[in-house]
């Protein structure tokens, strides 16, 4: 019991490691692109992509740099890129520590009551692994 709680505050640790780095690199991309198209008060940009909730002011970065042609683009972007993918992947490793440790934690119940679907879960993820690599 005690162990399954350990997995779950890792898996929330890992996932948090995962949304601190996605952001501030996010904010780094946005701020990077923002200052080679010739925007006004790039950081701010940067932040205000980060901080709503639903992604809107993102959404309205993406939709007006459109009118601003690239000076440079330079080699922070793509670094960014690389890890905002392995931040990704952090969160997703902490999510899916979280469900296993969740599931583990209750097994004589899911496999009561959600055997089949279970399987089909389970099946899934392992699909999804191996495509992965």
């Known amino acids: 019991m005690y162990e399954s709680k350990r ?3 890792i898996g929330a640790a890992i996932m948090l490691v995962g949304a601190i780095c996605f952001a501030y690199r996010l904010y780094g991309i946005v701020q990077t692109d923002a200052r080679s198209r010739g925007f006004k008060h790039p950081k701010t940009w940067g932040l205000c ?7 809107s002011v993102l959404l309205l970065y993406l939709i007006k ?3 601003y042609l690239i000076s440079e683009l330079s080699k922070r972007i793509e670094k960014s890129k690389k ?6 992947i952090f969160v997703e490793t902490g999510a899916i520590l979280i ?7 209750y097994e004589s119940y899911f496999l009561k ?3 089949t679907f279970l399987i089909i879960m ?7 692994f191996c495509l992965k690599t």
């Open 7 to 9: 997995f779950i505050m």
């Open 83 to 88: 890890a905002i993918s392995a931040a990704i």
């Open 113 to 115: 009551r959600y055997h």
């Open 49 to 55: 992509s980060i901080s709503s909730n639903n992604g």
């Open 65 to 67: 740099r459109r009118k």
């Open 122 to 128: 389970i099946s899934k993820i392992n699909i999804y």
């Open 99 to 105: 469900v296993v440790s969740i599931i583990l934690k």
